[in-house]
Structures are given as C-alpha cells and as structure tokens.
C-alpha cells in the first residue's frame, strides 16, 4: 500500500518541487547558484561563479615544455606564461580569470579572452581602498593618474572609451604576467624591451633607432641608461609628433640626461623661444635628428661637418659655409672652448657691474646730503604758494619730440627683448601672449629698433647741422658743448666732497657731468646694441662677410648692453632727474622745454650768470607753461615713469630667479 501512496500523482509533484530547491542551476551567465542556500566550496560566494585555482591554469599555461598550441583553423598560438613571473608580478595575488573573464571551466577551447578592462579595474580598485591605510594601494592612485594621462595621448584615439578600439591600449605596451614594482628587475628588463614593444605598430622608427647611437646602446650592449622611446615621446601622455606639445616636451626630455647641452641651448635665441612655449625656432631633434641620432664623427650624422650646413639651410635657406662655424651650445662659462665668448662676458658684465655700482652709490650719497640739506632748510625748495612765472627755455620743441620717441621705443625694446632674455619667468611667457606670439615680438622688436635707431640719427644729424651752423663761434670744450672736460672732472670731486659734507656744492654751466653721462651713454649703447642688433637681424647677409662665432658674441654683447640700459635708465637716470628730493616726484622740462629761472640759477648757476653778462639771457627767458601743457607734460611723464618702473622691476625679477 506504501509503495502505491508514493507512486500516486501527489507525491510525485512533492518530489519534483522539492528537487527545484535544492538542485543546483547554471545561470545563462554560467555562475553557480543554490536556491535558498549558500554555494559550496569552489565557488564565490559573490558572484556565484566557479573558482579556478591559478594552478589549474598554470598546468597547461605553465608548462614550459609545451608553449605553444594550435587553434582549430591551424594557427600556432603562444600559450605560455612564466609562473615565476606571474608570482613575482604585482598581479601575482589576483585570479586568472579576473582579466579572463570568459574562462568557465578547464580544460577549455575558446580563446581566453580579456574582457575585464585595465581602466576599469583599476579605478574601481582604487575607489574602493582609496582610503585604506595598507601601503600595497598607494601605488594605484599614481596609476589612476596615468590613466588620465593615457586619456589624453593619440594611443587612446580613435575611441577612447573602448579599449578595444584605440590606437594602443594597456596590454599592448604592457605584459600583464610581468609587471614589476618600482626599481624591480621586471621594470628594467621592460625598459630594455620598450623600443621593441613600441616597434610592433611604429616598424619604420624603431629601424631607424637600430641605427642610432641611443639603439645600439640599449638593444646591443644592454645600456638600460640610454634613452628608449618613453624618455623622449613620455610613457603614457603621447602626442602627435606634430603638434607643439610633443616637440616642446621632447625638447625637454632631451635635457633630462644632457643638462647642460640644455643649459646652453636656453641661452640661445632657439632655447628662449622653446621656452617660452613656442616651436618656430630649432629644436634638438631638428638638429641632431629624431630616431638616427648619432654622434658628430659619424659620416652619416646630420651634425656631421658635411652634413651641418644642410641642416642649417632648412630654416637658413641662403646659409653659406660661414654658418659651420657658429657655436650651437657655445657656452661663455668654459674659458678653454670658447675663449673669445668667454672674454666679452667678463669685459661687458666688469663693465655693468662698475657702472651700477660707482652710480648707486652716487644716488645713495645724492639722496642722503639732499635730505639731510632739507631738514636744515639748505639747497632749492619751490614756493608752490609763489610759483615762478618766468621760466627758461631749455629745450627746443624738436628735442622734446626726439626724447619722447627715444623713450617709448627704449621701453618697447626692452620689454620685447627681456622676454627672451628671460623667457624662464611667467611674466615673460604672459607678456609674450599678450604681444601675439613670438613671431609677432620680433615684429614689434625690430620695428622699435628702426625706429630707436632712427631717432638716434635724426639727433645726429640736428646737433651736428647745428655745430656746422655755428662753427665759427661754437667751442668743442666750452660750457655749451656736451663733450667731458677737466672742469667735469673737477666737479664730480667736487660733489662727492659735498655728499660726505666736506665742501660746497659745485657751481654748474649749462651740462653737468652726469647729463653728459646720460647723453654719452646711448652713443655706446646704440653703437653696441645696434650693430649686434643688426648682425642677429639678418643673420644671412652678416654671414657672407663675418664668421658664424659673431653671432655669439653679438648675442651675448646685446643682451648684456640691453641689460645695463634698462637697469641704467629706469634707476640712475630717473633718480637723477625725477626722484632726488629737490625734483620728487617729477621734472616736466623735458616735455614743456622750460625750466623756472629759480630753478635753473641754482642747477646752473654759471650758465645763468655767463648769460646775464653777455647780455644774452632776455633771449632765452619765456613765460610759464599753459596749465593744458603742463598737465599733458605731468601725465607723459608719469605714464613713462610707471611704465619704466615696471619694467625695472620685470628685470630684477629675472635677474633674481635666472638658473644658473
């Protein structure tokens, strides 16, 4: 009867429903879930999915006997994978098939495909220990970071948001059995390997660095110090070889291992450019090559000797053999190479260093006997209640146009050209963006230097006519004439004795000694700057009659010169004129052309009593300026004042923070 209860409807459908609960069903997905109970050993407890012991694995992937197989369609396969390796491998703690996802089972068939990403395992890792004190994380967010830098290279071009359809993703630069921790033998045998892992898509680069020196190193003798590929294009932020970015960063990487052939291409016209941002100028590859760099003794070096002017004629086009011998990485600093350059930085910084430091300490001295002269109510003192109404014409008007012109053109030469000078500040990068570029700076240089240069012999031109017009009465030495003389001499002794109060202030006639200097100094400096200014202007034609080493020196002559004036000009000078205490905040005479007679009888007194006697003073005396032309004279030179200020101040900035 039992056995008949059993074999009715009922039972039967008990049986079956109680089979639906504790029988085990494989997902479509093929995890292994237990209705209603936990999955058994083998299993994650997770995701319900089998786990495969690595050693599984390892048993057919491990054998080192048997490394390859053969597919179905009759393709050798590698198989292999070193279990050492993979031991020693910062992955050596992770599943098999946590990157081989697909494998279910083994033995298996199908192709072990990778269907976990590297990007997405890696940030949601490192999300998720972000915080967690263990040192074995740290690593992961530098990791992150260079995701984000692969982001933005061209290897994560075409799509960069599947990985299986860019350019390069992970696991083709990487080996995912082997990758080894910082200073670990995984790591330098990868940097040995990287030219030939970049070579699998880059053929033709990787031929031509066969050739070079750096490739020989590395593939041939093992030199894991040489460059490889990742030194120069970076690891991870790759960029096309044609845009600026690339040719700025590789430049860079260049300087990594040769510092100081870095150090004097900085110092060249190219060097300032690059570092300013810019790629119009030559580069290091554009000169020693990109991949076949070899060195300058080898036939087929480009930096050969009969390679060298080929490769000056790419920017140069009209370069004649004069050219071979500028000094590229011409270093002033190494007497025993290169002399002459060495010489001329010694003369013109011994000359800039007497110049300013015999004239600061004038205006140290000036300043302490004019106040101390103040508080004993000595020296001039204007009556702003009484002001003069007469006044003294001191300059004619076209003198008044020239020192405007004279001054604006200075100021643009000096901004535009201390932005190469020191092209290693922020300001001057912003300045030079402000300006439109480099190429636009050169425009704005060279224009200001037409018309500095113009300016300059226009006023040669006007004193010399003047002198003709005047030969018979006009006296070389006499108290008109801006040549030094002995009594020049005799009042600077005189001042200093003054300034330490040992003597009277000296008695002066129509120039004193430091307005002679003031005028004299631009002489020097457009005979300096100007003809170097023209050599470096147009480089081709100064070659046909001077050797490529001038361009050297009057490299480094121009900038030093350029240097002394601003420093010069927008201190001393305007102390001198504008800033001593008899004169703060400002002298407008120079833009009205007249002076207050007080004034000039006490700044020149034996000019004024010589003109009275010879009954010539009436002829010079007029009335005071228009309030319109004294405001306009106080608002250009105020404007002047500022703008030089600032542009001393951008300079002594550089002049501080300039490496060396």
Avoid at 58 to 81: M, N
């Amino acid at each position: 009867m039992l056995n008949m209860a059993f074999r009715s409807p009922v039972w039967i459908f008990v049986f079956l429903l109680t089979l639906c609960f504790f029988t085990p069903v494989q997902s479509a997905e093929g995890n292994l879930t237990i209705l209603g109970e936990t999955p058994p050993p083998g299993f994650d407890p997770v995701s319900g999915k089998r786990i495969i012991p690595n050693e599984r694995c390892l048993k057919c992937h491990g054998d080192a006997h048997e490394k390859t197989d053969i597919r179905e369609d009759g393709t050798i396969v590698d198989i292999y994978a070193d279990p050492q390796k993979i031991e020693n491998s910062v992955h050596g703690e992770q599943s098999c098939t946590n990157c081989h996802a697909t494998i279910e089972r083994v033995p298996h068939r199908e192709s072990p495909e990778v269907v976990v990403g590297c990007v997405e395992c890696h940030r949601e890792t490192w999300n998720k220990h972000r915080n967690d004190p263990d040192e074995k994380y740290e690593r992961l967010g530098v990791v992150v970071e260079t995701i984000d830098a692969f982001y933005d290279s061209v290897h994560a071009l075409p799509n960069k948001h599947d990985q299986s359809e860019t350019n390069a993703t992970c696991y083709d630069c990487h080996d995912a059995h082997n990758i080894g921790t910082l200073g670990s033998h995984q790591r330098a045998e990868h940097r040995l390997k990287n030219p030939e892992v970049c070579g699998e898509c880059h053929k033709k680069e990787l031929n031509d660095y066969r050739e070079s020196d750096h490739g020989k190193a590395v593939l041939e003798e093992g030199d894991s110090e040489s460059a490889v590929c990742s030194d120069c294009h970076t690891t991870h932020t790759i960029s096309s070889p044609d845009t600026d970015q690339a040719k700025l960063a590789i430049t860079k990487n260049c300087g990594d291992c040769h510092k100081e052939a870095q150090r004097t291409y900085f110092d060249s016209y190219h060097g300032q450019v690059h570092r300013l941002g810019y790629t119009n100028t030559a580069k290091c590859h554009d000169c020693h090559g990109s991949h076949k760099i070899k060195g300058e003794n080898d036939p087929t070096s480009e930096i050969h000797a009969n390679n060298r002017l080929e490769n000056c004629r790419v920017c140069h086009e009209d370069a004649n053999e004069n050219f071979l011998t500028f000094w590229p990485h011409g270093d002033a600093d190494d007497r025993e190479r290169y002399p002459g350059l060495w010489f001329f930085k010694i003369f013109m910084q011994t000359l800039i260093f007497s110049v300013m430091a015999f004239f600061w300490v004038h205006v140290v001295l000036w300043l302490y006997r004019e106040v101390m002269d103040r508080i004993q109510g000595k020296g001039f003192n204007e009556d702003l209640d009484n002001p003069d109404v007469i006044y003294f014409r001191r300059f004619p008007t076209v003198w008044l146009w020239i020192h405007a012109l004279f001054a604006i053109s200075t100021m643009t030469l000096i901004l535009t050209g201390t932005t190469l000078l020191f092209s290693h500040t922020g300001w001057a990068k912003a300045v030079v963006v402000f300006l439109g570029g480099t190429e636009m700076e050169g425009i704005i240089h060279r224009t200001a230097a037409v018309i500095w240069l113009g300016i300059f012999l226009a006023h040669l031109t006007i004193a010399v006519s003047n002198i003709w017009s005047k030969r018979d009465s006009f006296k070389w030495f006499g108290s008109t004439s801006m040549l030094p003389n002995w009594k020049d001499w005799d009042d600077l002794k005189g001042m200093f004795k003054w300034f330490i109060g040992q003597g009277p202030r000296p008695e002066f006639t129509h120039w004193t000694y430091w307005q002679k200097f003031d005028y004299w100094a631009p002489f020097w400096g457009a005979a300096i700057i100007g003809s170097s200014g023209i050599m470096l202007f147009a480089p081709e034609t100064t070659a046909i009659i001077l050797p490529g080493w001038m361009f050297n020196i009057a490299t480094l002559v121009h900038a030093e010169e350029a240097l002394l004036a601003a420093i010069f000009l927008n201190s001393v000078h305007f102390f001198n004129v504008h800033f001593r205490p008899e004169r703060f905040p400002m002298s407008t005479t120079i833009f009205t052309g007249k002076i207050p007679i007080e004034e000039f009888k006490h700044d020149h007194r034996l000019e004024y009593e010589r003109l009275l006697e010879s009954g010539e003073l009436d002829r010079h005396l007029v009335r005071r300026p228009s309030r319109r032309s004294d405001l306009a004279a106080s608002f250009i030179t105020t404007v002047l004042i500022m703008t030089g200020l600032a542009l001393l101040t951008l300079v002594l900035i550089g002049l501080m923070t300039k490496p060396s």
